[in-house]
């Protein structure tokens, strides 16, 4: 059972860190870097449990503002240009980030531990070890993945209202035209700061639960590789509503975990799912008149409201 | 209440606007005739921020605009409209007219929905713009799904929401039919009877003579003449660079 709730746990952090590519998504910025504000929120909020001495919810929160003043510094410079240029400098930061998480080394001797393995903190390419906080306050894997899942929710709660919200309008205008945005009076390259630092701190946040979740982490648990995956669970999922992240981040997560018996194959499989979601469903799995289908369907099958009319 | 004097804008060796003066008074319906290549869009990017002069001075009720970004420009009250009309592809008709209304709203009120009942009167404002610009029976339909006539009234009714003093469309009538245009004249009219300044750039010689009541002539970057549409009319310079050709044309 503790293998699922840990699955569980890890869909958690991947359906967050699909929201982390998503926030800038939406204004038409594609970051392939997230995994560096992971990365840096993973070690921030680790060594704030293991060497500060702090609760898990400040070392969570820590790792999110790590992660955002992080996407501030490469952002801030770089959203200002047009095209590629943020994407490749995100793909930059991502690398330069995971060899200096790498080569860190900070901490203090352990007083207990067999020889070579007597370090607190990060130590240089061995890694970060006995991020011991859930052991130590005996919680559980399932309770661990109740906190992962409360953190999913208040996320997917704040993108479901700001989708309702003007904020949203603005950013798929961004995404659409810079110079008609900017024709009604937006601020373009504040917003697309703003969304991107948003997103920094939710794979911070993410980063610092999976810290946690894995007690041990390295630098090279954060290649580029996994910020493709996160771009993946949006892409595939769908990128024009907020339900696409959350869709494909749990289907990416969970199907290659109970494919796990037909083994290599599997590989195979996904791969093929992604041809054919790509090729069949351009939009993602879940586009937006999917759910405006489902939004009307299910207004009038309940039927509580009636049609709308002008007042 | 928009004075420019002096414009002048060069990319690398060419002059693509050169020492241009204007001047446009409150509640005017201005026009900007030219042919193509004259430097109207130019003209026009400056004024909206887009692009920087290379020398001159745009004012608009009194305050300098030279050097302001687009945006600024648009809440000083300045919008325009585009020849090539561009909206989320994703978004209703009236959720496009509702985004635009941003610049009246502080940071808390961004995070409103539509039906938020402390923005009744922005949601009151929105469903007035649809209907002066006949978009209301389209209202909850998606943008793309516009009929193609209704489409640069989108682009309209998106530039009403941020509360223009002074509206400068460029080319309105681009890929219009004649009755599309007429229709389009009397919309044009309308807006002038409310109240805003009009600025037009038009190629189109029948409609910005027929419906502004002061208009200026580009060629080459240069103003040839301004005047009335009887005075350019029978303006010799305006006929040799643009009438005339048009005449010799069609006797051919």
């Not at chain 1, 702090?54 to 770089?78: H, I, K, R």
């Amino acid at each position: 059972m503790s293998y699922w709730f840990t699955i569980a746990s890890l869909t958690g952090i991947n359906v967050l860190l699909a929201y982390s590519v998503y926030a800038s998504f939406m204004s038409g910025q594609v970051s392939i870097g997230q995994v560096a504000f992971f990365g840096v929120g993973a070690y921030v909020g680790a060594s704030l449990t293991v060497l500060g001495g702090f609760d898990l919810a400040s070392a969570v929160m820590a790792g999110g503002f790590a992660g955002a003043a992080a996407s501030l510094f490469v952002g801030v410079p770089t959203l200002r240009l047009k095209g590629y240029h943020f994407t490749i400098a995100t793909v930059a930061f991502a690398e330069a980030m995971r060899v200096v998480l790498h080569n860190l080394k900070y901490g203090r001797p352990r007083s207990s531990g067999n020889v070579g393995d007597q370090w607190l903190g990060p130590d240089g390419a061995t890694g970060f070890r006995h991020i011991s906080y859930l052991n130590d306050h005996s919680i559980s894997t399932g309770q661990y993945a109740v906190i992962v899942w409360l953190i999913v929710a208040v996320v997917v709660v704040a993108f479901f209202l700001v989708e309702r919200s003007r904020i949203a309008r603005i950013l798929r205008t961004i995404e659409e035209d810079e110079v008609v945005a900017r024709s009604i009076g937006v601020p373009v390259a504040r917003y697309k700061v703003a969304a991107f630092a948003c997103g920094g701190f939710i794979a911070g946040i993410s980063g610092a639960l999976y810290a946690h979740l894995l007690t041990f982490i390295s630098g090279n648990d954060f290649i580029i590789h996994l910020s493709t995956i996160a771009l993946a669970y949006v892409v595939i999922g769908g990128g024009q509503t907020m339900w696409g992240p959350l869709i494909g981040a749990i289907i990416f997560t969970v199907l290659p975990e109970t494919l796990r018996p037909i083994r290599e194959f599997r590989i195979e499989l996904f791969g093929l799912l992604i041809i054919l979601v790509m090729l069949f469903r351009p939009a993602g799995m879940i586009s937006a008149a999917m759910v405006r289908r489902w939004g009307v369907a299910l207004t009038s099958k309940a039927g509580a409201k009636p049609p709308r009319k002008a007042p | 209440m928009l004075e420019v004097s002096g414009l002048s804008k060069s990319f690398g060796g060419l002059l693509a606007v050169d020492n241009v003066d204007l001047g446009v008074g409150k509640g005017a319906l201005f026009g900007i005739l030219g042919p193509n290549g004259s430097g109207k869009t130019t003209l026009f990017n400056m004024l909206t921020g887009f692009l920087e002069p290379s020398a001159g001075q745009i004012r608009f009720e009194g305050r300098d605009l030279v050097g302001k970004s687009p945006e600024s420009i648009v809440r000083a009250g300045v919008a325009r409209t585009f020849q090539v009309v561009r909206f989320h592809k994703e978004s209703t008709v009236r959720e496009t007219v509702w985004a635009a209304q941003s610049l009246h709203l502080g940071f808390g009120g961004m995070f409103r929905t539509m039906k938020s009942p402390s923005q009744r009167d922005l949601a009151a404002e929105v469903d007035r713009i649809l209907e002066k610009t006949w978009l209301e029976p389209h209202a909850d339909r998606l943008a793309r799904e516009l009929p193609f006539g209704l489409v640069r009234q989108l682009e309209i009714a998106r530039a009403l929401a941020t509360r223009p003093k002074i509206l400068l469309m460029d080319e309105p009538a681009s890929g219009m039919n004649p009755s599309e245009t007429r229709q389009l004249m009397d919309d044009i009219r309308r807006l002038r009877a409310d109240g805003l300044t009009i600025i037009l750039i038009e190629h189109d010689i029948e409609m910005v003579l027929g419906l502004c009541d002061r208009i200026a002539v580009l060629n080459f970057g240069r103003k040839i003449a301004e005047g009335s549409a009887d005075e350019v009319k029978n303006n010799s310079d305006v006929i040799a660079a643009y009438l005339g050709t048009k005449k010799k044309r069609a006797h051919a």
